[in-house]
């Protein structure tokens, strides 16, 4: 996140004079904010500035350049829901209590007996855990948390961590993965999560976060994959869906990958989004070229963001790029030396001097 430039609208603070004391000193006022003060683009430096808050995410952003100038917004705006029961047709927006979790069945109203003093109240206690605590419950919400705590290691978003959740929860109740490695399961359900969330994650990112085997995570999501259509062609009573608008996946997006690798903070683009625009230009005119077919979206993606930052005169070395790609630096420079000959075709007219920043001798040879 940027840091926010403030400017003031006047040059000077005006005080007005109240009445005088019978002393002749002017009476202390009050602290008030200072509403003169706007919140500016440091890099735009916009006047008026346009910018945009995120409720959705509790963000403040940019709209002009996509630069996050706060988070965490408050969402000020009235709330037109009702969290009373739906039977009772009452229109009160109460808050109070817990929400109830939609994944995990049953009520969830139960009462908890404390651990107190006295013999009585220690047999109560270990009763009601023997009644209440159910083993494949428990285990469930183990796996949970071992799911979030793994896509909050590759900045998933919520939405992604609840639909892995719930696939998780479908494969445990039709007993899909018994006696399969807990963690190749977690896996599969993560990487179809990010699939059907359109997060751009590559199977090496998922995999990276388990010790599991390539091999046994693909066996793990072929059969994931089809045990989700098939749920999807099926009906609970009712008539309705257990699975909706599930898609069948395809391989990662070259395009998609651009815009996350311009914005790590390793690269230190000027302007990261416009970057990001450009080398997705780059990489969806790469699909059609018959040099690059088989080439791995990572390949294009990383060859695409050094011909573009090269272009605008921000050239990055192949090696920094890697890094953040996570391919090597060879596979980089063979990928541009494959789309060297058709830059005329790659890159657009409005991009280069004088309507825009680009140059087309300021790409390298090789």
Known sequence: MAAAATVSTMDMDII?????????????????????????????????????EEFSSGDMVCASCGLVLGDRIV???????????????????????????????????????????????RELHRAQNRLLNDKGEKNLRSTWNQIETLCNSINLPSITIQAAQHIFKMTEEAKLFKGKPHEAVTAGCIFIACRQTKQSRTFKEVYSLTKVSK???????????????????????????????????????????CLRYCQHHTLHFRNPVGMANIANVIARKSSSLKDLAGRSPLSIAAASIYMASHLLDEGRSSKDIAEVAGVSDGTIKTAYRLMYPSREELIEHEWLAPKGRGQMKLLPAN
């Open 215 to 257: 091999k046994e995570i693909g066996r793990t999501f072929k059969a994931l994959e089809k045990f989700l259509q098939n749920k999807r062609d099926q009906t609970i009573p009712g008539g309705k869906r257990e699975v909706v608008n599930f898609e069948n996946t395809t391989t990662t997006n070259a395009a998609d990958l």
């Open 16 to 52: 007005e004079t109240g009445p005088t004391l019978a002393n002749g000193e002017q009476p202390k006022q009050e602290y008030q904010e200072n509403l003169n003060e706007k919140l500016i683009c440091p890099d735009c430096n916009e006047f008026p500035p346009n910018l945009i």
């Open 75 to 121: 969402d000020t705006r009235s709330e037109w829901r009702t969290f009373a029961n739906d039977d009772q047709g009452g229109d009160d927006p109460s808050r109070v209590g817990d929400a109830g979790n939609p994944l995990l069945d049953g009520a969830q109203l139960q009462t908890s007996i404390g651990f107190g003093e006295g013999m009585r109240s």
